[in-house]
């Protein structure tokens, strides 16, 4: 079992930089526009060939209500009828994607994100679900990772009961906070009510996991407020949850612009905030699992990282990295081999173009083989808090010293600090280090020298 995550606050000062979140390497701010629509049927068509398994992701973009500390691709309206011409594209998109695939590549992992996917009307989601059935293959016994982001504001037991219907198994439950005059700072007024109300529903109708979401970092939150936050969250038991530190970056996203900076809590309150989160969690049971993330001991992600299988891509921590990933949808980012590629995200141009019957493929990436064995190492790393150098060398035929003989300094002073071991056969990211993985991850990372380090948010 790994040890438990130790808190050192002059290193944290330290080490507490600007960087990718590593969904990805290369990460997406290197996407370009070289990569089109035929760089994706080719994957498709690799896809097809070797049977890969497939995980979808489908993007639904409308929320009714905007909340000032979201950096999603949304789309704020309550004209529900703005869906109908998304679904046709979409539908469109389903079709063009699914002809170049095997029908008999199973559907091992569908995750509905968003906007607010329950945004959708009831008779809009099953005629979703039958396009995406008719088209692809979806397992019928309950053994896929089905799961779907939920606004409990916007579900209640009879859209529970559909979901559930439609083959959903996981849920993932926005929360953040629940002081009210938080709430009222962000735009998001959500009662610890209506949150346990959804939580029994999906308990009642037996999906297989519940995630909860949690912010700390907005505005007029204490370590008081927070901590009592998480006291209830606790007692509603999520099988799962993702903690996040807000990054406010209200000239990247304009709806955080109507946050008033001054009633931001200060970074050494986001601290004490964070350190307070893993003590309770961790009192409660939960293991820390990496960036953000907690999950009960029982749970798949915890058993992977315990056994080194667990993976990252564009949907977080997951038990199926093997699988190829199709987004579906504006914005929606794909992963076929060694190709990144993404839909526009903007709504207009994805319906227009699909309305020609040619996808919205507007960037992206092929990896090299420098990415892929650095993609192999920070995976590892990020993942697992550990490399072992023998494993890396074996399937890139490389000697990991001489490769990356100029890393060494950079790692022997993290090792010197206490971040990691490291000797001639593997690195180990220490308790101390964990929280800091990130920054671990950054010195393989041949991109981030060119980069404006003001893209990304701080670590910790």
């Not at 629940?178 to 959500?190: I, M």
């Not at 505005?219 to 990054?247: C, K, W």
């Not at 309770?280 to 001991?297: C, K, N, W």
């Not at 076929?336 to 992206?364: E, F, H, K, P």
Request: net charge negative; proline share 4%.
């Amino acid at each position: 079992m790994l040890d438990a995550i130790s808190w050192d606050t002059d290193l944290i000062r330290r080490y507490d930089l600007a960087g990718p979140r590593y969904t990805s390497y290369p990460t997406a701010v290197q996407f370009n526009s070289q990569v089109g629509s035929f760089d994706l049927f080719h994957a498709l068509r690799d896809s097809r060939k070797t049977m890969r398994p497939l995980s979808l992701y489908v993007h639904v973009p409308f929320c009714a209500n905007i909340c000032y500390y979201c950096a999603c691709n949304k789309v704020i309206t309550k004209d529900r009828g703005r869906a109908l011409p998304y679904l046709q594209r979409l539908e469109q998109e389903i079709q063009l994607i699914a002809c170049h695939l095997d029908p008999a590549q199973k559907v091992e992992q569908l995750h509905f994100g968003g906007g607010t996917p329950t945004f959708l009307s009831h008779d809009e989601l099953r005629q979703l679900m039958a396009q995406l059935r008719k088209h692809f293959n979806l397992l019928d016994d309950d053994s896929g990772d089905y799961g779907i982001e939920i606004d409990p504001r916007e579900a209640d037991w009879s859209t529970m009961g559909l979901l559930r219907e439609l083959g959903f198994n996981r849920v993932s439950i926005g929360l953040q906070d629940l002081d009210p005059a938080v709430q009222r700072a962000v735009n998001r007024l959500q009662s610890l009510e209506e949150t346990r109300a959804v939580i029994d529903a999906a308990r009642t109708l037996q999906f297989r996991s519940i995630n909860i979401d949690l912010i700390y970092g907005l505005p007029r939150q204490t370590p008081e407020n927070f901590a009592h936050t998480v006291d209830e969250v606790i007692n509603l038991q999520p099988d799962r949850l993702s903690v996040f530190n807000y990054a406010h970056l209200p000239e990247r996203f304009m709806p955080q612009r109507r946050i008033n900076s001054d009633e931001l809590p200060t970074p050494a309150q986001k601290l004490e905030m964070l350190q307070r989160t893993i003590e309770q969690l961790t009192a409660a049971g939960y293991r820390y699992i990496g960036m953000d993330h907690f999950a009960l001991p029982d749970d798949e992600l915890a058993i992977a990282q315990e056994d080194s299988t667990l993976q990252r891509n564009f949907q977080g921590y997951t038990t199926h990295g093997h699988c190829d990933l199709i987004g579906l949808g504006v914005s929606a980012i794909s992963q076929i081999g060694d190709l990144y590629c993404q839909n526009t995200s903007d709504l207009a141009q994805y319906q227009n173009t699909l309305a020609t019957a040619q996808l919205a493929t507007c960037r992206g990436l092929v990896c090299n083989a420098d990415d892929r064995l650095r993609r192999a190492v920070i995976q590892q790393l990020i993942c697992n808090f550990s490399l072992e150098f023998v494993e890396i060398e074996e399937v890139f035929n490389i000697d990991f010293r001489g490769y990356f003989g100029q890393l060494w300094p950079q790692l022997q002073t993290m090792a010197d600090d206490g971040l990691i071991t490291l000797d001639n056969e593997r690195i180990t990211v220490l308790p101390a280090g964990r929280l800091l993985v990130r920054s671990v991850c950054m010195v393989f990372d041949a991109y981030l020298q060119e980069l404006n380090h003001q893209r990304f948010s701080r670590v910790i």
